[in-house]
């Protein structure tokens, strides 16, 4: 009598958790989808409100206008000036210096702890690298325009104190854990028996990692640097105090530099809301959010056409 | 032991009876938003007024003088703390929405210094030279015959009132050179000087360590003033500034009281003690000057 009744009311609940995650998964979605809609709404009007406009639309934003300062950013002014390009210039040149730092680093400590560590050595390594990523942002940056800076300076013997290759290295310590842990899994998990068939075709332990594991694992390598690009590319606080904000079209690493992610940051909390300026660093925030979006879609299509091409299956 | 325990604890007990009474008993809650600059200074005279007056609530907060007008605009504050005059936009904004017209009060009066690395030998600046560095026409320290290399400027982000302020008495309101870093903070500032010879920066007039503050004069023939209290109040150092609360229409029972104790003796001798300087003879002298 009593068995099919706990039977009922265990599928029930099972039934309920099941909603109750499959919610969870879909309310990600719902989240970002609302989040693209809201940005986009306030953005919007640089392309409709004819007062808006004429402060700063799209001509504006991207190409250049005097003589003296085609690309300048000055939002607060008697004039405002609203070029992003800048901007984008100090992101890409920062993000690129972080990526360029990041990568090697952390893939190389990846190929270290899966194919020549001892096992206990791994154990000791791996959660010092993920600790990391535990480390506020604000804090790295803090590190980076207190100490580090002056090193940096010294080093590469730069004028500016405060400039792209500090700022970018400085968001490099904040991507090597999300390459490295990435990495490291995707080493990890190509099977044994790839490792066994290339000993046994006489392959060093070297040859076999750099050629015949690497390789076997660069679908989720991919995938690692990809996200530490996205990280790189949005992060605010460690950029906001290292990078020295200044807006200047140069793709030179030893100047300073202001990012997209800074900008907003820095300026949203005080503008003026329904303003040019406050349309403008909303265009910024969706043009970011599309960017990492076009990025990402992309990259998971390269990275499933490899692994294709690698493993042969799908 | 024992005993001081709970005789503690019976004190805390009291004391969180009075602020409770006292919530429950205020007839009256102002609300303060707006200058970081400011944030201290409020808290100070809202303390100081509250025990004067229990039957007051006043509550104090930060977030930038922006933040505050934002929100003096949208009815969610009584008083807006700002580091520099609003904007005659902005006031358009709060009689469109309220129908009243702004009501500008100087509450304080601040001072805005010029920094260098303690090792640089320059000593005085003009305004005339501290222009011509920030928007871009000087580049090189020894063109004011310092044996240095390049300039490096520093300033203060877009957002803040420091920036305003300097951009408009200093530059003239030509627009900052784009090759000018900024840094979140007055304290950031001095930090990055403090690390960097070839630097010079300009914030509230603060003794940093590693720092130096210049002697600054309005033009060649003047006379170079160091930032000291005394100069600040007798109008001589060029560069000061009022700060200032804003209310949507003429302010009304306890808020007029609260300023009126502000503009008061009691009020303004807080400045001091907070690191600013009282209105009073300085703002003759600022009128004057203006």
């Known amino acids: ?314 | 032991m024992k005993a001081n325990a709970i005789i503690k604890s019976v004190a805390i007990l009291i004391s969180m009876g009075l602020i409770v009474g006292a919530v429950q008993a205020a007839d009256k809650t102002i609300t303060i938003k707006g200058s970081d600059t400011m944030v201290i200074l409020g808290q100070r005279w809202a303390e100081e007024y509250m025990k004067a007056h229990p039957g007051v609530v006043i509550q104090v907060t930060g977030g930038g003088s922006g933040t505050g007008i934002s929100a003096l605009i949208n009815g969610s504050t009584d008083i807006a703390e700002a580091s520099r005059p609003m904007k005659p936009a902005e006031k358009a904004l709060v009689k469109e929405k309220h129908g009243k017209d702004v009501e500008e009060i100087a509450v304080a009066l601040d001072g805005l210094a010029i920094y260098v690395h303690q090792s640089n030998t320059l000593k005085t600046i003009t305004l005339a030279q501290a222009r011509a560095i920030y928007i871009g026409q000087m580049t090189r320290w020894e063109e004011l015959g310092v044996k240095l290399a390049q300039i490096i400027a520093y300033g203060r982000e877009n957002n803040s009132g420091t920036y305003a302020y300097f951009k408009e008495h200093v530059l003239g309101n030509q627009d900052f050179a784009p090759e000018v870093l900024s840094l979140p903070g007055t304290a950031a500032v001095i930090n990055a000087i403090s690390k960097d010879k070839n630097a010079i920066g300009y914030g509230g007039i603060a003794y940093g360590k590693g720092i130096r503050a210049l002697k600054v004069s309005k033009d060649v023939n003047g006379p170079a003033v160091a930032p000291t209290m005394a100069n600040v109040l007798n109008g001589s150092y060029p560069i000061s500034r009022e700060l200032y609360f804003y209310t949507a229409g003429k302010p009304e029972g306890e808020e007029k009281n609260f300023i009126a104790w502000i503009l008061g003796p009691h009020g303004q001798k807080l400045c001091e003690q907070v690191g600013y300087y009282p209105l009073k003879k300085a703002g003759k002298a600022a009128k004057k000057k203006a």
């Not at chain 1, 005097?66 to 939002?75: E, F, K, L, N, V």
């Not at chain 1, 080093?155 to 970018?168: D, E, H, K, P, S």
């Not at chain 1, 392959?203 to 989720?220: D, H, I, K």
């Not at chain 1, 909390?269 to 925030?285: N, Q």
């Open chain 1, 1 to 314: 009598m009593n068995r099919p009744k706990t039977m009922t009311r265990s599928r029930f609940a099972e039934g309920a958790v099941e909603w109750l995650i499959r919610a969870s998964a879909f309310s990600a979605i719902v989240g970002l989808f609302l989040i693209f809609i809201f940005i986009g709404k306030e953005a919007l009007p640089i392309l409709t409100s004819p007062d808006v406009r004429k402060e700063a639309n799209i001509s504006k934003l991207f190409l250049p206008q005097d003589q003296a300062h085609p690309y300048s950013w000055q939002p607060v002014s008697e004039i405002p000036k609203y070029s992003i390009l800048p901007l984008f210039v100090g992101t890409l040149k920062m993000t690129l210096v972080a990526v360029l730092f990041a990568i090697p680093l952390a893939l190389g400590a990846a190929l270290f702890t899966s194919e020549f560590s001892p096992g206990w050595l791994k154990e000791f390594i791996k959660p010092i690298i993920e600790l990391l990523a535990g480390i506020p942002s604000v804090v790295l940056g803090f590190f980076a325009l207190m100490v580090m800076a002056s090193y940096v300076q010294e080093l590469f013997g730069i004028v500016y104190r405060l400039n792209a290759i500090n700022a970018g290295i400085a968001l490099g310590l904040a991507v090597i854990p999300i390459v490295y842990t990435v990495a490291d899994d995707a080493l990890t998990s190509v099977p044994k028996s790839y490792r066994e068939a290339s000993m046994a075709m006489g392959a060093s332990p070297w040859q076999t990692a750099w050629r015949v594991v690497f390789p076997a694992a660069l679908p989720g390598i991919l995938a690692a640097c990809v996200l530490g690009f996205g990280r790189a590319i949005g992060e605010t606080m460690i950029v906001l105090m290292a990078s020295g904000n200044a807006a200047i079209m140069s793709w030179n690493l030893a100047k300073p530099a202001r990012s997209l992610s800074a900008t907003i940051a820095a300026e949203l909390g005080e503008v003026v809301v329904g303003s040019a300026h406050y349309h403008v660093l909303f265009f910024i925030g969706i043009s970011l959010f599309i960017f990492t979006f076009v990025l990402n879609m992309f990259a998971h299509w390269f990275v499933a056409r490899l692994q294709k091409k690698v493993l042969g299956t799908i």
